[in-house]
């Protein structure tokens, strides 16, 4: 592209950008408005305001003030509301930013339609939109509604007490002559507890919470809730954020001016906050989803003085950035940014351009996304769903005579039939019984030397143990007597000391069942299944990392896929799927991709691992 169509571009990109708003006439802010000479002064009002009853030509200063309050959250929050200034420190009127405005123009949708207020919010950072939603829920209180509760709970305990903090300036700061209750505005402490305070004269209650320490709102009669930052809540099986979310918000109505507004910085996929983000894109959910890139805030852009160098100096990204639609100014801010930050990962993390972006690049992902993407293209519906039958589910009957049974309700899915001359290895992780526990899985992947591995079939379901194991040879003598890898761990320590007696039993009819070996020193013991442990997880992972990376497998599954994108490295260094999501399938890719047929050798192997291959 020429220099000079560039800038001409630029120009024209830069005159289309919201101009900035002037929230005591009116100009600019958002919401349908009318121009109106008022006192002397041009006006833009909101239509509703005009619509009121109490609203008259001449009507003087006050009488206007107060009325424009209850329809002008702008109006309302610049002349009400003081916040301090996050550079100078200073108390500033609160006027709202490009992206506060765009948040504001959904919940203002919802309030003008009669509908209850629902949101979720995926920020960048440092606009603002926290602010935004505790100055409207106030708003709502000090306004709108009397005995109207609210909560807020915040990531930490600090960041509450930073709340509660910025609800007293307000009120401290609030004009007594638009105040229009007796007693002065101000926060009490409510009912003995230092979780709750009162809004003095509007009988509303505000309870500020952490999700470090949700006790304080059991019992809750709320209207409103705030929930921020919750991409960050603790999850785990005691204390989880959608059981938290599940508490606070099924006391709260569905009425007008009652509000649920979820909202965080992304942390990685599969946790809570991205299954509701995806649930509220795709329309399932009750939310309404607002993404703020970071090239809509207007503090991330810089002054370009040599346009062409500029231009020289970007990357493929950043140019794509360009017919994105932003202009130069903001890809001069991020080029600039990212130099400063030195990953493209992190400053995707950090300043995302879509909601894709802000997820995948944040958290401690151990399959890249790209690759996930690349892997994903082989997913397909089966061909073909059933069940494996022999004569009997028990036994050394289960293996004889398998054969194939369609049935649209059964569990394996087929996309391939054994073919003659092939190696298969059927790969087992064993899950629970009940339907809230995790999920056995048995894979089978073809691997038949000189080919690209790839996966045939799948059952997937809840079981007894040992019906899962016999099911797994009879699937296994089915195609073509694949090695049966048995994933053990769940056997050896949850299935009462019967594991060894399960696994041995199978032995004696499946010869085709995976050993590792008891010791390196004298002579070897075979134990039956694959052992999971730090050091051999390690190594699987580790594997499965790489052919994902290299496209080296075929995968056909998209689930696979979806677990691999949940799949982190803990704090602690190990890997496991974020609370709430699993790895059953994947664990099976990792098993069945680690093993190796006969006459191959595997560089990872290590004796350490006392793991001994047998194909038979």
């Known amino acids: 592209m020429e220099i000079k169509e560039l800038l001409e571009e630029n120009e024209r990109r830069n005159a289309l950008l919201p101009a900035a708003a002037d929230p005591q006439s009116g100009r600019g802010c958002a919401g349908e408005r009318a121009e109106r000479v008022a006192d002397g002064r041009t006006l833009w009002l909101p239509q509703t305001m005009l619509a009121d009853p109490e609203w008259r030509a001449g009507m003087s200063a006050p009488e206007m003030e107060l009325l424009r309050c209850r329809h002008d959250f702008e109006f309302w929050a610049w002349r009400c509301v003081r916040i301090r200034h996050k550079l100078t420190g200073a108390l500033v009127p609160f006027a709202l930013n490009a992206p506060q405005r765009e948040v504001l123009a959904v919940m203002e949708a919802d309030r003008l339609a009669g509908r209850p207020i629902r949101i979720i919010i995926l920020k960048a950072r440092q606009w603002g939109g926290s602010t935004l939603v505790q100055v409207y829920m106030a708003w709502i209180q000090c306004v709108h509604r009397r005995g109207w509760n609210s909560v807020i709970c915040a990531h930490v305990k600090n960041t509450a007490a930073a709340i509660r903090s910025m609800y007293s300036t307000l009120l401290a700061c609030y004009p007594r002559e638009l105040w229009s209750e007796d007693a002065a505005p101000a926060l009490r402490l409510y009912g003995g507890s230092t979780a709750t ?199 050394s009957r289960a293996v004889a005579n398998v054969r194939f049974v369609a049935d649209s309700a059964g569990r394996l899915e087929v996309w391939e039939r054994p073919a003659k001359g092939r190696w298969y290895v059927a790969a087992v992780d064993v899950g629970g019984r009940s339907d809230s526990s995790d999920w056995s899985v048995i894979a089978v992947m073809d691997r038949t030397p000189g080919r690209v591995p790839e996966v045939v079939a799948q059952w997937r379901g809840h079981i007894d143990h040992d019906l899962l194991a016999w099911k797994a040879a009879a699937i296994a003598r089915f195609y073509s007597d694949a090695l049966l890898v048995v994933e053990s761990n769940t056997l050896e320590t949850e299935s009462a000391g019967q594991s060894a007696y399960i696994l041995e039993q199978l032995a004696q009819v499946y010869h085709g069942l995976y050993t590792r070996a008891r010791s390196a020193q004298g002579p070897v013991a075979a134990r039956y299944g694959f052992h999971t442990n730090r050091s051999t997880k390690a190594l699987i992972i580790a594997g499965l990392t790489g052919m994902v990376r290299e496209g080296a497998y075929v995968e056909r599954d998209s689930r696979a896929c979806d677990e691999m994108a949940s799949y982190t490295r803990l704090p602690n260094g190990a890997f496991g799927a974020r609370q709430g999501c699993h790895d059953d399938i994947l664990m099976t890719r990792a098993i069945a991709l680690y093993v190796q047929p006969q006459g191959t050798s595997n560089p990872a192997d290590d004796s350490r691992e006392l793991l001994r291959r047998v194909w038979w």
Not at 270 to 276: D, L, V
């Open 197 to 395: 305070r009162e809004i003095v004269g509007r009988e509303c209650t505000l309870t500020i919470a952490s999700s470090m320490n949700q006790e304080a709102t059991r019992g809750l009669a709320c209207c409103m809730a705030h929930l921020s930052e919750v991409a960050f809540w603790a999850d785990s099986p005691g204390s989880s954020p959608e059981d938290f979310v599940r508490a606070v918000c099924s006391g709260i109505p569905l009425q007008p001016l009652t509000l649920i507004a979820l909202e965080s910085t992304a942390n990685g996929t599969g946790s809570f906050f991205h299954r509701e983000w995806l649930r509220a894109k795709e329309g399932l959910s009750d939310k309404h989803p607002v993404f703020v890139a970071w090239h809509e805030i207007e503090m991330y852009r810089a002054q370009v003085g040599d346009a062409e160098a500029l231009w020289r100096s970007l990357d493929d990204y950043e140019r794509a950035l360009w017919h994105r639609g932003l202009t130069l100014e903001m890809i001069a801010w991020y080029h600039a940014k990212r130099r400063e930050i030195g990953s493209a990962d992190a400053m995707k993390a950090e300043f995302p351009t879509d909601d894709v972006e802000a997820f995948v690049h944040s958290g401690c992902a151990v399959f890249a996304p790209e690759h996930i993407a690349a892997l994903r293209a082989g997913c397909r519906a089966p061909a073909e769903r059933g069940e494996i039958a022999g004569d009997e589910p028990l036994g």
